[in-house]
């Protein structure tokens, strides 16, 4: 059973910066993309950035520039720097990994941009 743990969630201020980490319980290498959503209350969730097998990325127009995505294959984590963070930052951000184009996801963890 594939099993995907999220952590470095918090609370940060306006321009500050965290790192969320994603570790998965079955090997990366073979997965057709790796990548982070997120979701506000009353809103559907939505992509931040994504990792393909190829190692091309793809980001949400709202934190280009802001945020990098990378995938460590051989930890079998994938990982999200966010800086220059803003308070429309705010939400869960819930991990997702395609593998044999089964959808898995983590349970979510939670990242508040606020004075």
């Known amino acids: 059973q594939v099993q995907l743990v999220e952590s470095g969630g918090g609370l940060v201020q306006p321009g500050g910066s965290l790192r969320l980490s994603c570790a998965a319980s079955v090997s990366i290498s073979s997965a057709n993309a790796m990548g982070w959503y997120r979701q506000t209350p009353g809103k559907q969730r939505e992509l931040v950035a994504r990792?393909?097998?190829?190692?091309?990325?793809d980001y949400a127009d709202s934190v280009k520039g802001r945020f990098t995505i990378a995938r460590d294959n051989a930890k079998n984590t994938v990982s999200l720097q966010m800086n220059s963070l803003r308070p429309e930052d705010t939400a869960v951000y819930y991990c997702?990994?395609?593998?044999?184009?089964?959808?898995?996801w983590g349970q979510g963890t939670q990242v508040t941009v606020s004075s």
């Open positions: 997702n990994l395609i593998i044999n184009y089964f959808n898995y």
């Open positions: 990792i393909e097998s190829g190692r091309s990325t």
